[in-house]
């Protein structure tokens, strides 16, 4: 058979980047040919994993015009527009090459504040597909929010007691929606290319979305818009994290894709099964002097291990040196710049996850069973947190004080109801067993997926199924 090769562009964000690269090795393992392009600032954190690049996957980077890390909200509109400008013509460039060389693409398939990918491909006469990487439920936000419910959340999203019913969804309070919909939203580009995404579906013969999430976890959402089908492929997480069957592929499962330091896993090997606190709050999220403080004190007052990756500041500055507290916090955990995070929530000593609740930590949860406590900050994650503690219950939302700060007395207080909680304990451990069946053998996820390879071996349109095994 002739070799089909797949060109996958993602924005260059982390929490992009991981889901994609697993969907691309899904594809490789399939027996396509995929190359992976994203903007070179992707590419440095990538370059840091240690192991080889898998079979039928290449990866490749082009100048995204970013100088230095951005201080405002203008600088991140304004790479927005360059990225587009610059990522553009690399996508039409690549393609080109491609073809020219005899060896041309047969599919794209791009990621969220891409659209433009799409048209190029639209305009260069190859199928392309779109990857949500955040659940069902939040492109079910934006769709109505674009679509006949945007004037109703502007208007009474700043009262907090106010709260709104949207199709095929839960009810959401103000803090529930994501922030990019709420008047106090800095990043101009945001929604306007959610609006071009849907305007490009609108336009295709037969809407599509691969997203990143399985069918029994979100039933409703996906049937929130009839007229686009929303495809489960999901959890794209490390598949040695859901079947053990490809050890080496841990390298991709930690936030900066480095293989895990042996030092805290000795550390999690001594305690006890489910007492370790574990706290990250992604790539991004740089918490104030104040807010770390008070974890701090949360942390100390609950006396519980725990295991907190606290990232280096720009300039390398350990951030726990400002602590106040930081010798009688020591003497209870340990701190990290950096962990595999798959293979520390998968270790039988975690009792509970302090998350940002990014849709990438929060699959992550779910697939490894622990319970979660909510710290959401901006984008999707209070929505994500929304569906943790109210639909799944599966863990519990901090609340913030007057001022915007949680404080230690309720930090201790909500990780006590995660770590001794039997009913989210139970609940945790029932969307793992259903989050490893959708992504095995004969699961809905696994199916879907093999679906897609045989439309992308059609052309474009759904025929017999992919011939090549596929590997998760």
């Known amino acids: 058979m002739e070799e089909l090769r797949v060109l996958l562009v993602t924005f260059p964000g982390q929490g992009h980047i991981n889901p994609s690269l697993q969907l691309a090795k ?20 990538m370059s840091k994993a240690t192991t080889a690049t898998p079979p039928g996957l290449t990866f490749a980077g082009f100048s995204d015009g970013a100088t230095a890390s951005f201080k ?17 013509r690399a996508v039409e460039d690549m393609i080109a090459s491609a073809a020219a060389n005899g060896q041309p693409f047969v599919h794209v398939v791009y990621t969220i504040l891409l659209p433009w990918v799409g ?44 709260s709104i019913h949207l199709p095929g969804l839960p009810q959401l309070h103000s803090r529930d929606l994501p922030s990019v919909i709420k008047p106090s939203n800095v990043y101009d580009f945001a929604v306007p290319l959610v609006q071009e995404h849907l305007d490009f579906l609108a336009s295709e013969k037969n809407p599509k979305i691969l997203i990143n999430t399985f069918d029994t976890l979100e039933p409703e959402a996906l049937k929130v818009v009839e007229n686009i089908n929303l ?32 030092h805290y896993i000795e550390w999690l090997n001594s305690k006890p099964k489910e007492s370790v606190v574990y706290l990250s709050f992604g790539s991004l999220l740089v918490l104030s002097n104040r807010q770390t403080e008070e974890i701090a ?39 990290v710049p ?40 901006w984008s999707d994650q209070a929505t994500n947190a929304k569906l943790i503690e109210d639909v799944w ?11 915007g700060i949680v404080e230690g007395g309720e930090i201790k207080r909500c990780i006590e109801m995660a770590m001794e909680g039997e009913e989210m304990r139970r609940n945790a451990k029932k969307w793992k067993d259903l989050a490893l069946e959708a ?3 004969g699961g809905s996820s696994t199916v879907n997926l093999r679906a897609f390879l045989g439309e992308i071996e059609a052309g474009g349109e759904p025929d017999e199924p992919f011939l090549s095994p596929l590997t998760l």
């Open 231 to 262: 495809v489960t492929v999901g959890p794209l997480i490390p598949s040695a994290f859901l079947d053990g069957k490809d050890p080496s592929d841990t390298s991709f499962g930690g936030d900066l894709f480095q293989k895990s330091a042996d």
């Open 393 to 403: 219950k599966t863990g519990i939302r901090l609340t913030e004080n007057e001022e």
């Open 26 to 45: 899904r594809l490789a393992a399939a027996g396509l040919k995929v190359t992976f392009l994203t903007a070179s600032s992707g590419l440095t954190r």
């Open 338 to 377: 950096w962990c595999s995070q798959v293979e520390v929530l998968q270790h039988p000593s975690l009792g509970c996850f302090v998350s940002h609740c990014g849709w990438n930590s929060s699959l992550e949860s779910l697939v490894s069973g622990v319970p979660v406590v909510g710290f959401p900050q």
């Open 297 to 335: 004190r949360g942390l100390i007052q609950s006396r519980r291990p725990f295991l907190w990756v606290m990232r280096r500041t720009e300039n390398g500055e350990k951030q726990e040196d400002k602590l106040s507290c930081k010798e009688e916090l020591e003497e209870l955990g340990m701190i």
């Open 439 to 441: 992504a095995g053998e």
């Open 72 to 88: 405002t909200a203008d600088d991140v509109n304004d790479y927005m527009v360059e990225l587009r400008r610059l990522g553009s």
């Open 119 to 162: 048209q190029i491909a639209r305009d260069l006469n190859i199928p392309s597909t779109f990857l949500w990487i955040q659940p069902a439920a939040l492109f079910g936000v934006y769709y109505h929010y674009l679509n006949g419910y945007g004037d109703a959340i502007r208007e009474n999203v700043v009262d907090p007691s106010w």
